[in-house]
């Protein structure tokens, strides 16, 4: 298997900017994750979801953030606009989401540089 | 929220020698993980463990749920152990929180 896959792995945008992010989880995962990564404020769950339905977006941090999964195999975390604050590295992890698979594997990030 | 401490939070060792990290949380937990960052910033899971003992080759670990802690053995420490072990833990199924990291530093 390939893995989570990330894509860009890393962005260097502009503030203003809108940004996308995109992530495949592993084949047969039916729950994805969307964390970031920052030294203030180290590892930060985002938004999670099962069966391509938003179940936890506590974590979202304000309106510019949102994320979409339209199939099973696909899901964007978008930011319009971007402010240097949210320069950070984001991933993506995915699992079975049931019993003792609720082990969490990561994609390997997206470094995101807001100028 | 849940709260997790990670002791210590930085920790230099010399290769062939054993360490111990310790994780503390403040709430029971149905799902508790550790993780590895390598310097490349990977994060690769290494147990899933919401209570007991397992092992996994020089890496071992225990959760006593009761007593709301969990300990990381690394033994026979090599080079590429280093980096950031991170302990996560849910107390609602997949809504994993992190603790801050404990910096291992292995050095040959």
């Known amino acids: 298997d390939a893995g989570v896959i990330q894509s860009p792995r890393h962005e260097v945008t502009e503030m203003g900017q809108e940004v996308t992010l995109r992530c495949k989880p592993i084949?047969?995962?039916?729950?994805l994750f969307w964390y970031r990564q920052t030294m203030m404020r180290g590892l930060e769950l985002l938004i999670y979801?099962?069966?391509?339905?938003?179940?936890?977006d506590s974590g979202m941090p304000e309106d510019r953030f949102s994320a979409k999964m339209p199939n099973a195999s696909f899901s964007t975390l978008k930011i319009q606009p971007s402010e240097p604050r949210d320069s950070a590295v984001y991933f993506c992890?995915?699992?079975?989401?049931?019993?003792?698979?609720?082990?969490?594997?990561f994609g390997p990030g997206t470094r995101l540089t807001v100028l | 929220g849940i709260q997790v401490e990670q002791s210590p939070p930085d920790l230099i060792l010399q290769e062939g020698a054993n360490s111990t990290l310790r994780c503390n949380f403040s709430d029971s937990v149905n799902n508790l993980q550790w993780f590895h960052q390598n310097p490349w910033g990977q994060l690769i899971n290494l147990f899933y463990i919401p209570s007991g003992t397992k092992q996994n080759g020089r890496l071992s670990a225990t959760t006593v749920a009761t007593e709301r802690y969990s300990l990381l053995y690394i033994s026979s420490s090599q080079t590429t152990d280093s980096g950031v072990y991170f302990c996560?833990?849910?107390?609602?199924?997949?809504?994993?929180?992190f603790g801050q990291g404990t910096r291992l530093t292995i050095n040959p």
């Open positions: 084949s047969g995962h039916n729950s």
């Open positions: 996560a833990v849910a107390s609602r199924a997949q809504k994993l929180v």
């Open positions: 979801f099962n069966n391509n339905v938003p179940i936890d």
């Open positions: 992890a995915s699992n079975s989401g049931s019993g003792a698979s609720f082990t969490q594997y």
